[in-house]
C-alpha cells in the first residue's frame, strides 16, 4: 500500500476496511479505479458510477469525481451536471447513519412534517446543517419510501419503522442503535424444502418487513426446526392487507384449509405453529407439549393472547369487502407464491402466454390481442397499450429497445413496488411478450433505488428465469432470444417521463424533450424504444390466456380491465388493492377500504398523486375511468389513492403537492421552473396567514399558464392538485385568506387550547416538548401559546380530550384573554 | 414543398424545418430568450410560443417542426398573453436592476454608471459622449447642479454618495483642456429652420440636439448675451463664466445663430418668426402671469400649457419646455426638457422616432438590497479593478479613485438586454409575479474582463449549449433542478476558464446581463467609429 495511506487506512483495526477510506488517500483512488473497471468508462455509466462511489462513501467527495473523469470519458461538466440533478446524492459528508424521514403523501397526511420536526429538535443540527453535532445522524426528507400503510414511516439506513409520532420519534432512534447498528436487517429469501403437512406463509414485502415480518418469519423457521414439523416456511408477496401485517398464513397440505392471521409477533408464532401442526415425532410431541405449558406459565404479558383471536376469518365482512370486491389480474394468486420461486409461478400457469406467444402467434396477433383487449398504459397518462407497440413495430427494421418502467414517483403509491417484489416473473413475462411482439433486441428494467427489496427480487428472478432458458439465447428453445438488464433509477420524478427516462439512461440530467420524435421512432440511443409501466406489462400474460374479450369484459367499454391501486391515507383498511375499472370511489373508500379510521368525516380522494387531484366525497360516486377522472379535474395516474378526513386542509394538500412538483421539475421550462416557484410562494403565504386579496385568481391564472406552457406531462399536471382543491374547496381558500383553516392544520392560523374538561394529570405538560405547559398538577393546564410548536404531541396524549384546536375568530377570542 | 399556414399567412417550408425558421425567413418577429444558431434548442425560455389548430398546449416554435398544413397562431392576442407571462416570470426571478437609481432621478437622464466605468476605464472619447449624450452643459452643471442622483445612490447609506456632479464637471473639463470636443461631427442639413425663444438652458441645451439632428436653429433672446438664468440668474462664484462661454461657444461652433437683444413681447415679431421657422420652441423661462400672452397658445397659472410627451402647445408648429411650462429652479431639469423638446420637434418635422427616456422603459428594479447583497456589491464594484486597469487612462487620478466608487448597481448589458426589450414590447409589469424566493443579487469580476452575474442568469442554456457544442472543457453545466437551477462551470473552476475559447460567444449570445464584460460598456448610441 502507498505511504499516503498509513494515515488513514490502518485504523486501529488494522485490516484495509472499505468503509474507513477516506476521499483523499490512495487506496479511495485505487477504489475508484476498481469501480470504473467493474461498470464501464463510457459517459452513459455516471449514474451507476456515482451510485457506487456514494455508497461507500454516503456522499460524493469532489476528489473522487476529478479522479472520475481523468479514467472515463465521463466530462467534468457531466458530472456536475448529473450529480445536482438526482436527489440521491449528497456532496456533503453525512453522518454514520442516514435518518430518512418519509414525506409521501400518506405521511404528509398523517402528520410526517411534525416527525420531521420532532427528529430534527431531538437531533439539534445546526442552523443550515442536516447532520447532528456527533456526526451519528443525517436526516433528510425522501419522497416516498412506498410503505403508504404504514405511514408515517421513517428509514434509518435499511431498517423502515412504521406509524412513528413526534413523540416517538426519538425513541426510534435509541432504538435503532440498540437493536441494529452494524448489522443488515435484509431477509433471508431461502424457503425450507420440506412440505409435506403444509405452508406457512409469511408476507416479505417491502410494508410487512417494516411491519416485522421478518422476525416472525425467523422465529417460524426456528420452531419448526425444533419441533421437526415437515412444513414449508415461505416467503411470500404482497397479500394487500398492509394495514394488518405482518400476516401469516397456514395451509394444511391434505385438507386444502387455511387460516390468516394478522398483526403477528415473533412472540406469537410458535403457539400458532403449535396450535396448528402436530409434531410427527414422540421428542417433537413432548417438545410441543412442554412448550405449551412453560409459555402459558411464564408468559403471562397482555400481548400474548390465544391465537384464534389474531385469525382473520375470510367470511368477516371487513375482510370479505376488502377482499371480495377485488378483481385478479395484475397480483392473481396474490400472498399465495413464493415470489422468486420459479418453479411456483409456472405450476401456476406461469410462462403459458409466454408459449403461447412465441409458439403460435405472430406479433402482429399478439399487438391485436392487446388492442382488442382495451389496455390503456398503467403509468398515468392512459395511452392505449396496442397501439403504442403498433408503432414500435413498425420500426422494427432498426434495434429495438423495451424498458420496463419502475420508477414509481408518486408520492403515495407503491403499486410498482409491490408488482416488483411480489410478482416478478409476471412482469417479466409481460415484458417478454411485448418484446417479442415489438421484435425487441435489448432490454432495460428501470427501478427506483428506494425500492431495494424490489431490485433484489428482479435480479434474483432474471437470474434464475436465464438459468431456466426463459431469458437469453432461444428463449423456450426458439429463435427468440433477448435479455433484460437492471438500471437503478437516482431519485427523480421527472424520469417517470419516457423521455427524461431515456436521457437518464443514457447518463444525463433527466430532463424530458420535445415530442415527436416519440421514444417509438427514436429513443434510446436513437432506437425505437418501447416504454411501459410495471403494471401494463403485468397485465398481458392475464390478457393472452383469457382472451381480450374477457378482460374487456371487466371495466368500462372506454377504461377496460382492472387496475391496482393503493389505498392510503385516513381510510381504515389500507393497502394494496386491484380493482375492476368503473368500480366508484365510494365503493373503494367505503366497501375496499371499509370507511374513514377514527369515526371521522370522509372529505375527499386524491387520486392521481402530484398530477391529479381531489375529488370531494360529495362527488365520489364517480366510477374510476380516465375519462371521468379527467373530466373532473383529476387523473387515474398511476395508481396513488389518499383518502382524506375533515381533518385534512385542502390548501395544505394543494401546497404539499406544489413543493412536491417543485421540487421535481427539471427546471427548464420557464412555466414550470419559475411558475410552480410562484404557486407554491402564494400557497405558502395563504398558509401562513399571509394571504392578500387576488391570491385565489393568481393562483389559477398562474396554474393556467404552467399547464398550457409547460413541454412535459410534470409541468402540464403540476397545476391539477391546486385547481381541483380550487374548484371544490374554494370556501377554504377564503378562510384561508380571512386567518381561519377550517380543518385545522395550518399551524399559522391555528392555536392549541385546553378546555374545562381538564383534569390536570400533566401528561401533556410531561409530553411537551418545548415546554410551552408549566407543570400544574390537579389544576387546569395552560398552553403558553408563543412557545407552542404545534405539534399535536398533548393533544394525542390527552386521556379527557381537552385540548382543542381553534382557529379564526374563537382563536381571536381567545388570543384576546 | 409543403406548407403551412402562420398568421393567415400560407408559408412554404423543407421538412424538418423548426416553426421560428419559417417565420422569420417570412419576415414575422417571433420573441425568442434561448434560440440560438448552431446550438440544440434548449426549448427553455418559452416566450417564442405559438398555438397550433389542434393542440390544447402551446408549442416553442424554436423547436417545433413544421408540418404539411399545420395551422400557427404566433400574433393573437391569447399567444401574447401567454408570452407576456412568460417574460413576467422571468422577471421575478431576475435578480438586479436594469438602471442605477441615480440615473432614474436625474432629470436629465445621464447615464452615470457607464460614465463612471469610461472614467475607470480611462476613455475620455467614451465618456465625453456619454455625458453629451445628455448634457449639453455638463461643465456648467458639474458646478451648479444640485445633483439629486447623489442622494439616490446606492451607496450614500453605506459609506456616502459617489460625487457624481464632480464626474461629469472632470470629464467636461477633460475634454475642454484635450479639444476633442469642439469639434462634433454633423449630419447633413435637413433644410428645416426651428427658432428657439430664449438662451437659457433649456433654449441652448434644444439647440444643441437639434443642431446635431442637422436642423438649422436661432435662438431668439432679448438679452445682452446668452445663459439666461447662468449668465444673469447665477454668481461668478459659483459658475466661473469662461465655462459658461465655453460651453456656449460649443454650441455656436455648430453653426447655432444667436438674434440677441430682440424682444418677442409682441404678437407681430412671433407671427414673423413662425412664418420664416418649421418650429418655434418656448424656452423663454418662466412668465411672469400678469403680461398677456402674445400666442393663443393654452395656458395654465403654472405656464404654457404642453403634451407632456411632446411638449407640443395647443398651437400647431409650436413647443416650449423648460420653466414656460412650469417654474423651477432645476437647471437640470430645463438641461433635460430641452433635450426631450428637441427630439420631439425632430419627430415633428421628420417623423423620425427616437428611443424613449431610459425612465419610461421597463426597469427590473428589486428595490431594496439585502445586506448582504449590498456588502456583495461594495466589493465587487471598480475600485476592484485591477489597478494597472484604473491607471491607464487620460484622467487625473483622484477622478478616477472617486469613480470608481461606483457600485455600477445597474445593468451592464442594459442597451443589449433581450429580456427588457420584449418586456417593454409586451408590457411585462415586472411586479407581477414576485410573490416570494428570488435569486441574490450577487456579482464576481474576473481577471479576463469578464463579470459573472448569476442572479440574472435566466437559465436559458445558451452558453451551456455553446460550450458543449464546441466541445469546452470543463464546459458548463445545469446544477440542481427547479427553481433552483443554476449555470455552473464544474468543481468550482472559473466561469472564464471554464468556457475557454468560447468565452466571448457566450458573453455575446447572453440574452441577459448574466455574463458581460467592463470594457464593453458604453451609452446607448454611443458608436466608437
Not at chain 1, 432458458?469 to 417517470?496: H, P, Q, R, Y
Request: proline content about 6%; overall charge neutral.
Amino acid at each position: 500500500m502507498p505511504d499516503t495511506c498509513k494515515t488513514c487506512c490502518q485504523s486501529e483495526t488494522g485490516n484495509n476496511n472499505q468503509s474507513t477510506l477516506k476521499p483523499t488517500c490512495s487506496a479511495s483512488i485505487q477504489w475508484v479505479d476498481e469501480l470504473v473497471a467493474r461498470v464501464g468508462k463510457t459517459p452513459d455509466k455516471v449514474i451507476p458510477i456515482l451510485q457506487g462511489i456514494q455508497a461507500q462513501f454516503h456522499y460524493l467527495p469532489e476528489e473522487l469525481l476529478k479522479h472520475v473523469c481523468s479514467v472515463t470519458e465521463i466530462s467534468p461538466s457531466d458530472i456536475s451536471g448529473v450529480s445536482t440533478f438526482y436527489s440521491q446524492f449528497r456532496h456533503r459528508p453525512a453522518g454514520l447513519h442516514t435518518v430518512k424521514v418519509c414525506v409521501g403523501t400518506a405521511c404528509h397526511v398523517k402528520g410526517a412534517g411534525a416527525v420531521y420536526d420532532a427528529m430534527a429538535r431531538h437531533l439539534a443540527c445546526k442552523e443550515g446543517e442536516d447532520t447532528d453535532p456527533q456526526g451519528l445522524f443525517t436526516l433528510e426528507k425522501v419522497a416516498c419510501l412506498g410503505c403508504c400503510t404504514l405511514a408515517p414511516v421513517v428509514q434509518i439506513d435499511s431498517v423502515i419503522y412504521g406509524h412513528v409520532t413526534p413523540a416517538t420519534a426519538p425513541d426510534i432512534l435509541k432504538k435503532f442503535l440498540q437493536e441494529n447498528a452494524g448489522k443488515s436487517p435484509a431477509p433471508q429469501l431461502t424457503s425450507s424444502e420440506v412440505e409435506e403437512f403444509g405452508e406457512i406463509r409469511i408476507g416479505l414485502g417491502s410494508c410487512c418487513v417494516a411491519g416485522g415480518s421478518a422476525g416472525v418469519y425467523e422465529t417460524a423457521l426456528e420452531t419448526v426446526e425444533s419441533l421437526g414439523i415437515p412444513v414449508r416456511v415461505k416467503s411470500v408477496g404482497c397479500a394487500g392487507m398492509c394495514h394488518r401485517t405482518p400476516l401469516m398464513e397456514i395451509v394444511h397440505a391434505h385438507s386444502g384449509s387455511s387460516s390468516f392471521y394478522a398483526k403477528v409477533t415473533p412472540h406469537d408464532v410458535a403457539t400458532i405453529i403449535r396450535r396448528q401442526f402436530t409434531p410427527p415425532t414422540l421428542e417433537g410431541k413432548v417438545k410441543a407439549w412442554i412448550q405449551n405449558h412453560v409459555s402459558d406459565l411464564f408468559s403471562p404479558l397482555p400481548e400474548h393472547v390465544a391465537a384464534p383471536e389474531f385469525n382473520l376469518d375470510l367470511r368477516e365482512k371487513p375482510v370479505a369487502d376488502f377482499l371480495g370486491r377485488q378483481v385478479r389480474v395484475a397480483t392473481e394468486h396474490y400472498g399465495q407464491l413464493d415470489p422468486v420461486d420459479l418453479e411456483e409461478y409456472q405450476k401456476h400457469d406461469g410462462f403459458v402466454a409466454l408459449r403461447t406467444c412465441i409458439e403460435s402467434l405472430s406479433p402482429e396477433e399478439i399487438i391485436a390481442r392487446v388492442t382488442d383487449a382495451g389496455l390503456r398504459g398503467r403509468g398515468g397518462a392512459g395511452f392505449p397499450t396496442g397501439v403504442k407497440w403498433q408503432r414500435v413495430r413498425a420500426n422494427a427494421s432498426r434495434p429495438v429497445s423495451i424498458i420496463c418502467n419502475g420508477d414509481e414517483g408518486d408520492p403515495g403509491a407503491f403499486m410498482d413496488r409491490m408488482l416488483l417484489e411480489s410478482f416478478p416473473y409476471r412482469v417479466i413475462e409481460g415484458m417478454l411478450i411485448a418484446a417479442f411482439a415489438v421484435g425487441a433486441r435489448e432490454g432495460i428494467f428501470y427501478i427506483r433505488t428506494e425500492y431495494p427489496l424490489a431490485l433484489i427480487r428482479i435480479r434474483e428472478a432474471l437470474a434464475r428465469c436465464r438459468a431456466k432458458g426463459l431469458l437469453g439465447k432461444n428463449i423456450l428453445g426458439t429463435t427468440f432470444s433477448i435479455d433484460f438488464e437492471i438500471k437503478e433509477g437516482a431519485g427523480a420524478f421527472v424520469c417517470g417521463e419516457e423521455t427524461a427516462l431515456i436521457r437518464s439512461l443514457e447518463g444525463a440530467r433527466g430532463m424530458p424533450r420535445l415530442r415527436p420524435p416519440y421514444p417509438a421512432q427514436s429513443g434510446l440511443r436513437g432506437n425505437p424504444t418501447l416504454i411501459n409501466n410495471c403494471e401494463t406489462f403485468a397485465s398481458v400474460p392475464w390478457i393472452i390466456r383469457h382472451g381480450a374479450e374477457q378482460y374487456h369484459a371487466i371495466g368500462t367499454p372506454t377504461s377496460a380491465g382492472s387496475k391496482v391501486f393503493s389505498l392510503t391515507g385516513k381510510i381504515r383498511h389500507g393497502g394494496l388493492i386491484e380493482v375492476p375499472m368503473g368500480m366508484t370511489l365510494r365503493e373503494i373508500v367505503e366497501e375496499v377500504g371499509g370507511g374513514i379510521a377514527n369515526d371521522l368525516a370522509f372529505k375527499a380522494v386524491q387520486i392521481g398523486g402530484p398530477s391529479g387531484g381531489c375529488i370531494p366525497a360529495s362527488k365520489a360516486d364517480l366510477p374510476v375511468d380516465y375519462g371521468e377522472l379527467v373530466g373532473a379535474g383529476a387523473m387515474m395516474g398511476s395508481g396513488g389513492l389518499v383518502v382524506l378526513d375533515e381533518r385534512d386542509c385542502m390548501v395544505d394538500i394543494a401546497r404539499y403537492f406544489l413543493t412536491f412538483t417543485q421540487s421535481q421539475s427539471c427546471g427548464r421550462c420557464t412555466f414550470c421552473r419559475v411558475g410552480t416557484r410562484r404557486m407554491l410562494d402564494i400557497l405558502e403565504r395563504i398558509c401562513a396567514g399571509k394571504g392578500v386579496q387576488g391570491d385565489i385568481e393568481r393562483l389559477e391564472e398562474l396554474a393556467q399558464s404552467v399547464a398550457m406552457g409547460s413541454l412535459c406531462g410534470l409541468g402540464k399536471t403540476a397545476p391539477n392538485p391546486v385547481l381541483s382543491t380550487i374548484r371544490y374547496f374554494r370556501h377554504e381558500y377564503e378562510a384561508h385568506l380571512k386567518g381561519s383553516c377550517p380543518a385545522g392544520k395550518c399551524s399559522a392560523l391555528i392555536s392549541y387550547t385546553i378546555t374545562p374538561a381538564c383534569i390536570g394529570c400533566t401528561l401533556c405538560s410531561q409530553n411537551c416538548p418545548v415546554e410551552a405547559i408549566p407543570f400544574t398538577p390537579h389544576e387546569r393546564h395552560v398552553i403558553n401559546d408563543s412557545l407552542c410548536v404545534r405539534c399535536d404531541i398533548c393533544r394525542i396524549n390527552c386521556p379527557e380530550s381537552a385540548i382543542q384546536i381553534v382557529t379564526g375568530s374563537e382563536r381571536e377570542r381567545l388570543c384576546q384573554h | 414543398m409543403p406548407t403551412l399556414t402562420i398568421d393567415q399567412q400560407r408559408l412554404t417550408f423543407e421538412p424538418g424545418e423548426p416553426i421560428l425558421n419559417v417565420a422569420t425567413r417570412a419576415g414575422l418577429s417571433i420573441p425568442t430568450l434561448c434560440h440560438l444558431k448552431g446550438i440544440e434548442p434548449p426549448t427553455s425560455c418559452y416566450v417564442c410560443v405559438v398555438k397550433i389548430t389542434g393542440r390544447n398546449s402551446l408549442a416553442p416554435a424554436c423547436a417545433t417542426l413544421a408540418e404539411e398544413g399545420m395551422i400557427v397562431e404566433s400574433n393573437s392576442e391569447e399567444v401574447h398573453t401567454y408570452r407576456k407571462r412568460a417574460l413576467e416570470l422571468l422577471l421575478s426571478e431576475h435578480a438586479g436592476d436594469c438602471e442605477g437609481p441615480c440615473r432614474r432621478i436625474c432629470p436629465a437622464d445621464l447615464d452615470i454608471p457607464v460614465m463612471a466605468s469610461q472614467i475607470v476605464g480611462g476613455d475620455l472619447m467614451g465618456a465625453t459622449h456619454t455625458v453629451r449624450e445628455r448634457l449639453a452643459l455638463p461643465g456648467v452643471l458639474g458646478h451648479i447642479c444640485i445633483a439629486p442622483c447623489e442622494k439616490g445612490c446606492v451607496r450614500a447609506a453605506i459609506d456616502g454618495a459617489v460625487a457624481i456632479r464632480e464626474l461629469h464637471k472632470g470629464v467636461a473639463e477633460a475634454a475642454m483642456r484635450s479639444g476633442h470636443e469642439s469639434k462634433p461631427s454633423l449630419p447633413p442639413s435637413s433644410g428645416k429652420r426651428v427658432t428657439i425663444i430664449g438662451a437659457g438652458p433649456a433654449g441652448l441645451s434644444s439647440a444643441y440636439y437639434l443642431s446635431l439632428l442637422g436642423h438649422a436653429c436661432t435662438i431668439v433672446d432679448e438679452r445682452e448675451e446668452p445663459g439666461g438664468l447662468l449668465r444673469y440668474g447665477c454668481d461668478p462664484s459659483l459658475l466661473p463664466r469662461e465655462i459658461l462661454d465655453h460651453e456656449i461657444s460649443i454650441i455656436q461652433s455648430l453653426g447655432v445663430q444667436f438674434e440677441m437683444k430682440r424682444s418677442v413681447r409682441d404678437p407681430q415679431t412671433l407671427e414673423a418668426l413662425l412664418e420664416r421657422s418649421d418650429a418655434l420652441l418656448f424656452a423663454t423661462g418662466a412668465y411672469a402671469s400678469d403680461q398677456p400672452w402674445p400666442f393663443a397658445m393654452a395656458i395654465s397659472p403654472k405656464g404654457i400649457t404642453v403634451d407632456v410627451k411632446t411638449f407640443e402647445t395647443s398651437q400647431k408648429q409650436v413647443f416650449a419646455c423648460g420653466n414656460a411650462i412650469a417654474a423651477s429652479r432645476l437647471a437640470v431639469r430645463s438641461v433635460g426638457q430641452g433635450r426631450l423638446a428637441a427630439l420631439s420637434i425632430d419627430t415633428f418635422l421628420t417623423g423620425q422616432v427616437h428611443a424613449p427616456a431610459s425612465s419610461s422603459r421597463t426597469d427590473s428594479r428589486l428595490g431594496k438590497l439585502e445586506p448582504e447583497e449590498l456588502r456583495q456589491l461594495v466589493s465587487s464594484d471598480l475600485a476592484s479593478l485591477p489597478l494597472e486597469v484604473r491607471k491607464a487612462g487620460s484622467f487625473a487620478l483622484p477622478l478616477v479613485e472617486s469613480a470608481s466608487r461606483c457600485l455600477q448597481c445597474d445593468c451592464g448589458k442594459k442597451e443589449a438586454c433581450a429580456l427588457r426589450t420584449y418586456s417593454q414590447e409586451y408590457k411585462a409589469d415586472r411586479d407581477h409575479y414576485r410573490t416570494g424566493k428570488r435569486k441574490q443579487v450577487k456579482r464576481k469580476r474576473y481577471p479576463s474582463g469578464l463579470v459573472h452575474e448569476p442572479g440574472k442568469c435566466i437559465d436559458c442554456g445558451r452558453c451551456i449549449g455553446i460550450t458543449s457544442a464546441s466541445h469546452a472543457q470543463p464546459g458548463l453545466a445545469f446544477n440542481n433542478r427547479g427553481f433552483d437551477v443554476t449555470v455552473k462551470a464544474p468543481f468550482n473552476a472559473d466561469m472564464d476558464v471554464a468556457m475557454g475559447v468560447t468565452l466571448e460567444q457566450c458573453i455575446e449570445a447572453c440574452p441577459v446581463g448574466a455574463l458581460w464584460k467592463e470594457k464593453q460598456r458604453k451609452s446607448a448610441t454611443w458608436n466608437a467609429s
